[in-house]
């Protein structure tokens, strides 16, 4: 990203899940900047993940491991996991507090599966959308649901959210959000040790990528009117197809018993049911063409097999692996992308019907979020000025700082243009730079209507006061 700028200023939801939970919780609800995450990440899984223990010591360390995995449910003391949270994301904080020095915080969300049926669970710092719902709304289907307590008490601390997405068995033992063990602070109670309570484990078991589960809740938070401009999807390694094992022939099947095949079945689904790649494929598979165009997948795809959970001493390496795969190509239009999507254009009236056939379309281009940031942005990718193109013509040139307004010391550049039609036009405004790169601004392509609708609704074509 750059120095100067921070990928939360762009982004307007997060979701995560297991160490993705964890990264989207230190990013967004601790709002740390990429270096630190990265840091922290690497303390809290050297200090969680003791080193293998090595020689005649690794079999009285095994037969250690596999007590504590029968007592705890875990191979890793409850202990020294809550200890690092605690320190790291504090003991009294709780994902849904306000935090007092920030203006406005994207809406995050982390995913658990429950230890009773492993269906999929939301820890979030927004209410559901079906709490504000008008009256007589429908309830839609969903694969997951919302852990919305109605006492404010009971509200999920943040380093409890943090444990229930990553608690990976067998690694670390379930966790419970109940108020008991959230003030007890000590420790959690064991799956096998739960009788009316309700226990969470890592998130990645019912689904290992969230990003289906992020575009579903963009959907809802935006009544399906407004299109996703960026979906930034990050994975944790990935093997090649080759790798990945085989189904057995149908002779072989059949040679094998039937304990046998149910046990390489359900391996089999177990794979699926963790392959966040094939989630990926099938994700993209099902976009509309302009949720596609700027939709991103990064992931580092590994050699021979994928480094195990509690694998701490690998970290170094992975971050190797990424560095010499960067692909500069990909990260740039990413950075274009997002900045693209900070510009957004604002009606100043509703169009005007003109001469020759054509309405008048009279409106502001303008910035949301920290302006220096997306300037910041941009200027990493090329030094030059920004054009603004509408339909690939040219609507305006400048540099960004020109546009800023002395009065309101906000970007504010007044454009003009015609369309055809107001409903059955898209209409694309794009900018351009010095190096040819183009991206769609905010809602591009749209129709005009489509923003008479939008700014009627919030109250914006009033022509207000604002400059
Ligand atoms: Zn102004």
Known sequence: MGRACRLQNFIDIAFGTSAGGLIILELFAKQSSLTSCSDTFSKFAARTFSEPSKGT??????????????????L???????????????????????RTNATSLPKIAVTATTTGNGSTILLSNYNEFWTSAPPGAKRAATTYRHVRPKDPEDEPLLWKAARATSAAPPCVSPASLSRASQTDGSRFFSAASVTNLVAYQDGGLGNP???????EEAARMWRSEVPNDVILSLGTGFLPPAMTPKSSSFRESLRNGAAMRVWRWSKSRLQNVLDAEEIHRHLLGCLDPQSQAGYYRLNLELPDTLPRLDDAQCMDDLRTRVN?????????????????????????????YGHGGHYICQGTIRVRGAFLQTCALLRGIDHGPVEFLKDGEELAKIHLEEGICLNCRRFN??????VRHLEQEKVTISIRLENNLVSCISSFPQSMDWFTLQQSR??????????
């Open 57 to 74: 010591a690794a079999v009285a360390s095994s037969i250690r491991s596999w007590v504590r995995l029968l007592l705890n449910d875990g």
């Open 76 to 98: 890793y003391s409850d202990n020294a996991i809550d200890s690092s949270l605690r320190e790291d994301f504090g003991t009294l904080e709780r994902l849904f507090d306000f």
């Open 209 to 215: 990528n969230p990003t289906d589960i992020a575009i």
């Open 324 to 352: 010499k795969s960067r692909d500069e190509k990909l990260l740039t239009n990413i950075k274009l992308s997002l900045a693209a999507s900070s510009f957004f254009v604002e009606l100043d009236d509703p169009p005007k």
């Open 413 to 418: 550049l007044p454009v003009k243009f015609l």
């Open 458 to 467: 919030s109250g914006r074509l009033l022509a207000d006061a604002e400059c």
